[in-house]
């Protein structure tokens, strides 16, 4: 079992920058892909950014590329993600994932309880 919890978030204006960490307990952190998903008010979960499990495998959704940063420091059993430029349509839950033995993240075995950013104008 893994339990993945997030911090960082919080209300910032549009332009500005916030950094998102989730902390994984266990000790094979390094044999998970992690990611990161939002959920917007009234819209379904989508996929932000991913990591393979040694940090050199990076992709991220088409609308924050460029944007956002995810990186992971596997002796820490922690992910990040930056945030720079942040727009008003970032505003959401955002949550931390996890998924066993690949290096990419679609079906994700384990999920943060999220943490709220919003963006103000």
């Known amino acids: 079992q893994v339990q993945l919890v997030e911090s960082g978030g919080g209300l910032v204006q549009a332009g500005g920058s916030l950094r998102l960490s989730c902390a994984a307990s266990?000790?094979?952190?390094?044999?998970?892909?992690m990611g990161w998903f939002r959920q917007a008010p009234g819209k379904e979960r989508q996929f932000v950014a991913g990591?393979?499990?040694?940090?050199?495998?990076?992709y991220y959704a088409g609308s924050v590329k460029g944007r956002f940063t995810i990186s992971r420091d596997n002796a820490q059993n922690t992910v990040y993600l930056q945030m720079n430029n942040l727009k008003t349509e970032d505003t959401a839950v955002y949550y931390c994932?996890?998924?066993?033995?690949?290096?990419?993240?679609?079906?994700?075995?384990?999920w943060g309880q999220g943490t709220q950013v919003s963006v103000s104008e």
């Open positions: 990591i393979g499990r040694t940090g050199d495998y990076t």
């Open positions: 994932a996890a998924q066993v033995h690949t290096n990419m993240i679609i079906n994700p075995n384990y």
């Open positions: 266990g000790r094979t952190f390094s044999s998970y892909a």
